[in-house]
């Protein structure tokens, strides 16, 4: 395998793993991986329809939450790629995706590219979260040398990074065993 053919390899894995965690996190369906199909997994929900969103309603949440996972993919891939910079030739496909996913909430070009701009450094402040990284590189990493991931081995991968960062919630930790 030559210089080039392995940097797109590693794009990939990094772009799809980005994706998996993110949506990992979201507690929302994580696709399977495969360096065979090199495009960005597209949301396999419904709930995201194709015409225009109200700006109060669950359907936004859930086209936002949508975008963000998928920036979080070329964002990993910049990363772990490019040094945190925008790849050579752009976004590419995955920036289509995200401006048509934009302009069903959207009324303006000009808001659109604002609230892809938000969106992108929400999923880049993602990556940034303790063990989100890490996951993401083991996600990948594990890509690259098997091919092909299955949606139980990427949830195994991405929770024992993430479960040592998790912050105690309710009343966990409230008290205290005083014997």
Not at 3 to 11: I, V
Not at 34 to 40: A, F, I
Not at 160 to 166: T, V
């Given at each position: 395998?030559n ?9 990939t894995?990094y772009?799809?793993?980005g994706l ?11 696709p ?9 997994p ?23 939450l ?6 979080a ?7 772990a ?9 752009g976004?590419?496909?995955?920036g ?21 701009e938000?969106l ?13 990284w ?14 092909l ?10 929770s ?7 912050r ?12």
């Open positions: 395998m210089e080039e053919q392995d940097l797109e390899r590693r794009r894995a772009r799809q793993s998996a965690v993110a949506r990992y996190t979201q507690g929302r369906t994580v399977d991986l495969s360096l065979d199909r090199p495009e960005t597209v949301a396999p929900e419904r709930s995201i329809r194709a015409w225009e969103v109200d700006l109060g309603s669950r359907t936004r949440h859930q086209v936002e949508e975008i963000n996972a998928q920036w993919g070329p964002m990993a891939e910049s990363r790629c490019f040094e945190d910079r925008e790849p050579p030739q976004w590419g496909a995955a289509e995706l995200l401006a048509a996913l934009g302009r069903r909430v959207t009324r303006t070009a000009d808001e659109n590219d604002a609230y892809l938000w992108r450094r929400r999923a880049a402040g993602l990556l940034d979260l303790p063990g989100e890490p996951a993401v590189e083991a996600v990948a990493e594990r890509l690259l040398e098997a091919g991931l299955r949606e139980q081995e990427i949830t195994l991968l991405a024992g990074h993430l479960a040592a960062h998790r105690a919630s309710g009343l966990r930790g409230l008290f205290r065993d005083v014997r």
